[in-house]
C-alpha cells in the first residue's frame, strides 16, 4: 500500500481494509494544499467531471452533471444501522448492522477498479475547536473530493489534529456504478461510521454534511449533552450596534439560505439594521459556562439552491459565487457562463441543459412539460469566506450565544406568520409538531405536506422521540434560554399568491423576534396558539401590502388548527409511550384553548 502522511496506528489499518475491498489503482491523501486542488481539477477536466467555465467571467469555477436519476437525496435508501431497531425509531429506515455491512459490501467489493481513492481528512467546526469532530472520507470522485474542500476544513492540519490515537468518523464513499438499484447511503451510529455508495449527488455523498453534522453527530450530540440541527445561523445588528444571534430550523429548499444573508430594506437599514452570516444550514449548539446556548457553523461553505438566486432574492449569494464556485446541474450558456430559472439577466437563446442536452426556451417534452435549463434542486458550493455578508465570527471557536430559535415550514395555510411560544416546552411542543410541503431537494412527491420535527425528519440518526426527549432535557439545563418563535413566509391567497413579499423583508418579522427577546415590545396578543404580534408592532415602512394583508398573515382559523391537531395525534401516537408525556400535555392544552 501507498505510504501514508500519518502515524495514527487505526487510521491507516482502516484506510488499508477499505482498500482491499475496494481495490483502487492507487490511494491519494489530500493534504489541503493549492497545488494538490490545481491538480485534481485538472484531472477533473480532463476526465470530463468538471466543464471549465468562462475563466474572464466566473473565474476558478466549474461545472458539473450528475446522472439524471441521481439529482436529489434519496431518503428511501438512506438507513439507521443500529442494533436495535427501536433505537432508529419509527422514522428512519433500518437494517441491523450486519445486514447493511454484507449489503453493501458486495457492492463496494472491487467498486474502485482502475480509479484512485482519495482519503480526505477533515474538520467539521475550526480545527481545534472543543465544538469540532473530525472525519475521514474515502472516496472515488474528484468531485467529491473538491467539493469537500470547499465544505469543510480538510487537509495536513486535521491529521495533525488527529494525532496518532484521536477518534474520527469513518466515512466511505464510492460512486460504484451511479445505479439506483445499488444505491445504499448507510449510517452506522455505535460504530461511528458511514458507507455511501452508488450516487454522485451532494447531500448522499460530501459525507461531512448531513451523514456526519447531523444523522452522526445528533446521535453523540444526545449522549455528549449538545444539539445538531438543521439550522440557518444569523446575526442580526440592532440600531445600538449589537448583534443578536438567531438560529433557524427550515426544511430543505424553504428559505435558510436567502434569510441567513438577507439584505434589510431600506427603512430598517437607515434605522441600522445589518445581518451578519453565521452559516446556512447546519448549527451546533452546547450550553456553555455562561447558561446560554452558543452555536458554530461546523461547514466551511454553501451547498446552496441555484433555482430562483437573483440580486433581488438573493445579492449577496450573487455576489458569493461570482468566483471559486462548482454548480451542479445548472444550464450552460455558449459563453461559458451559467445559468437557472430565476437568475438575473435575459432567459439564454440556447443553452446545453443539466442533462448535457441542446436547450432553448419553450421547449416542451412529449407530455407537454416545459424542460427546464437547470434541474430544481440544481445547486452551487463556494466558500462562506466569499460572501459579503460573512460573520467575523466563523472561525472564533466558541462560536456565537443564540437568542431566538425560529422554526418554519411551507405552509399555503394555516400558520400565521409569525408566533411565539409560551415557554420552552411549549417551543419544542412546536418545533415537534412542524409539516411542510415537499420541495425538490428530496425525491418524493411536491406540494404535499409532511410532518417534519424541527426539519429533522430526513436527519434525526436515533428516535425522534427520544431526540424531542433531549430537547426538553437541553432546555433545563439552560440558564438563559432562548426564545422559541415559528414562522411561516408561504401562506397564499386563494389565487394560490403568495401573501407575504418574503426575502429581505423578513426583517420586519425578525425585528419583532428580537425585540420580544430584549422585551421591548409589551402586551403580544395572546392566542391559543402562542403569542401573536399586533399589526401595528410590525414596523412596515415603504413596505406597501394590499389593505388587510397583514391581519390576513396573522389569523388563525381554530377550526383549521382542530384539524391539524387531528395529523399531529396520528404522528405523536406513532412513538407509543416513548413520546414524552410533557408533549402531549401540551397537545392537550393547545385542544382545549382552541375549543374554547
Ligand atoms: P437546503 O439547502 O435544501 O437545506 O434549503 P434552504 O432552506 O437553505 O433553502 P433555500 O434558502 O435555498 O430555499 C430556496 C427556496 O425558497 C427558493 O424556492 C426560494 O425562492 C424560496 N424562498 C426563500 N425565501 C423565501 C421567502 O421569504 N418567501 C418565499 N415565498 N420564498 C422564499
Ligand atoms: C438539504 O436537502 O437539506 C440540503 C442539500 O441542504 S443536501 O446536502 O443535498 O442534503
Ligand atoms: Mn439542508
Redesign the pocket.
Known sequence: MTKSPTHHKKLIAWVNKMARMCQPEEIVWIDGSVEQKRKLEEEAVAGGELIPLNQDLQPDSFLHRTSPDDVARTEHLTFICTKKKHDAGPNNNWMSPQSAYRKARIIFKGAMKGRVMYVIPFSMGPVGSPFSKIGVELTDSRYVVLNMLIMTRAGEAVLKQLGVDEEFTKCLHSKAQLDINKRLILHFPQDNTIWSVGSGYGGNVLLGKKCLSLRIASYIARRERWMAE?M?IMGVEEPNGQIKYVAAA??????????AMLIPPEGLKKKGYRIWTVG??ISWMRVDTDGALWAINPEAGF???A??TNSK?NANMVETIKKNTIFTNVLLKPDGTVWWEGADGEVPRQGIDWRGEAWEPGRADTNGKPVLGAHPNSRFTVPIANCPSASFRLEQHHGVPISAIVFGGRRAHLAPIVYESFNWQHGVFIGSAMASEL?A?QVGKLGQVRRDPMAMLPFCGYNMAHYFRHWLDMGKRMAKQPRIFHVN??RTDPHGK?L?P??GE?LRILEWILDRCNNKIEGAVETPIGFLPKAGDIDMTGLDLPHGTLEKLLTINNEEWLEELKKIKEFFKQFKKDLPEELWREYESLKERLEK
Not at 250 to 259: E, R
Open positions: 438543521h440557518l427550515f426544511p430543505s429548499a424553504c428559505g435558510k439560505t436567502n434569510l446556512d444550514d451547498f446552496g439552491v433555482p430562483g432574492s420541495t431537494a413566509w408561504f403568495f407575504w418574503g426575502f423578513n
